[in-house]
């Protein structure tokens, strides 16, 4: 082989390689990539009844740390995240829930230590300290017919509220396609056809009792109950979204016996 011929191998050779890296730092090779961790603790305390989330995609990253779904560019360089061109839905949220938004993407883009074990992963920098763990493993998927779903939040678009204390609003399906619950005041029954992303409610009925703060979250509850609508579980969490925009958020309790 000529010198220049030797060069030239040289070169293409470790264009493949620096190929080869720069598709495993930015999606796919292992890695976090294609993967979903949860926060088990933190060096900061979070605002309580909050937990962070990180969705590991081909190329990017999204997050949430208890209001905003926030996402951007990202690849791992020497060791460290790092993450770019971030953006952000814009729901209305409480100051606390709001402040820790801006400051977990802050940390996100200030390049933190990534350190992967396992289904254990953390990132650090800054005097901050994150562990995460594979939610797959923390919190398998719930199951849509058995558990008694409990509304928490109502969605209207880009803002959402908690439903107010003292006003129960829950959803129980069960496998032979009914659903039954309480809208916060009055009883709810129905039924119900699920597909991979939607469920179509039919059938729905309530009784008529007056209702005062309780009937606002009810009539919420029913409009999102009509017809079909796009459904998501995560761990125990069941997300329904009407095709206007409209939804409700959705924890699962304890699971109710299954028809004899």
């Known amino acids: 082989m000529t010198r220049v011929g030797a060069v030239l191998a040289v070169v293409l050779l470790s264009a493949v390689g620096l190929a080869g890296c720069a598709r495993e730092n930015a999606?796919?090779?292992?890695?976090p990539w294609g993967r979903t961790f949860l926060s088990q603790s933190t060096s900061r305390p979070l605002v309580p009844g909050t937990q962070i989330e990180l969705r590991f995609s081909d190329g990017k990253v999204g997050f949430r740390?208890?209001?905003?779904?926030?996402?951007?560019?990202a690849r791992i360089d020497g060791g460290r995240l790092v993450v770019s061109e971030v953006a952000s839905t814009a729901m209305g949220c409480e100051p606390q829930r709001a402040e820790q938004d801006t400051w977990l993407a802050t940390f996100l883009q200030a390049g933190p230590e990534?350190?992967?074990?396992?289904t254990?992963?953390?990132?650090?920098?800054?005097?901050?300290?994150?562990?995460?763990?594979?939610?797959?493993?923390a919190v398998p998927d719930a199951q849509l017919a058995g558990p008694e779903w409990t509304v928490d939040t109502l969605v209207d678009g880009q803002t959402?509220?908690?439903v107010p204390a003292g006003v129960r609003a829950y959803l129980t399906f069960t496998i032979d396609g009914k659903?039954?619950?309480?809208?916060?005041c009055n009883s709810l029954t129905g039924t119900y056809t699920v597909d991979t992303e939607t469920i179509t409610f039919t059938a729905m009925g309530s009784t008529r009792k007056a209702c005062s703060e309780a009937g606002i979250v009810e009539s919420k509850v029913l409009h999102v109950l009509q017809g079909t609508v796009q459904f998501r579980i995560?761990?125990?969490?069941?997300?329904?979204?009407?095709?206007?925009?409209?939804?409700?958020?959705?924890?699962?309790?304890?699971?109710t016996p299954s028809p004899s």
């Open 160 to 162: 959402s509220g908690s």
């Open 114 to 118: 990534l350190r992967l074990e396992g």
């Open 179 to 184: 659903v039954t619950g309480s809208g916060g």
């Open 120 to 137: 254990s992963l953390v990132l650090e920098g800054g005097g901050t300290t994150i562990s995460f763990v594979e939610r797959a493993v």
């Open 234 to 255: 995560e761990a125990g969490h069941l997300t329904l979204t009407a095709a206007d925009g409209t939804g409700l958020r959705l924890t699962a309790g304890r699971a």
């Open 27 to 31: 999606a796919g090779g292992g890695g």
């Open 65 to 73: 740390a208890g209001c905003n779904s926030i996402s951007g560019a």
